[in-house]
Nanobody, 120 residues
Framework: QVQLQESGPGLVKPSQTLSLTCTVS??????????WSWIRQPPGKGLEFLAA???????YYTPSLKRRASISRDTSKNQFTLELKSVTPEDTAVYYC????????????RGQGTQVTVSS
């Protein structure tokens, strides 16, 4: 059974870069046919797709964040990472990593989520 676990800083100051890592167990991130995604849920809102990386390493981004977001992977550690530059308070959300058979999918399965607050 695949399990995903997010890790990140919790609190980030405006204009800084947010870096989140998802550690995967029970499956390999190079297994066909899945996409490994980052999604978030701002306070009072629904789930929002941010970025995904495929089992081949191809990357996909939501258009509104493409200039600020970067997704990468470390296959030796079975991890994938999201970097989000120039964060603002509007980036405050619970961030999840997920696996989905489609790019842009929201899972499940998903990790338990990690709260990220952008505040000075």
């Amino acid at each position: 059974q695949v399990q995903l676990q997010e890790s990140g800083p919790g609190l980030v100051k405006p204009s800084q870069t947010l870096s989140l890592t998802c550690t995967v167990s029970g499956a390999s991130i190079t297994d066909g046919i899945y996409y490994w995604s980052w999604i978030r849920q701002p306070p009072g809102k629904g789930l929002e797709f941010l970025a995904a990386i495929s089992y081949t390493g191809a990357t996909y981004y939501t258009p509104s964040l493409k200039r600020r977001a970067s997704i990468s992977r470390d296959t030796s550690k079975n991890q994938f990472t999201l970097e989000l530059k120039s964060v603002t308070p509007e980036d405050t959300a619970v961030y999840y990593c997920a696996r989905d058979p489609q790019a842009g999918g929201l899972g499940p399965p998903r990790g338990q989520g990690t709260q990220v607050t952008v505040s000075s």
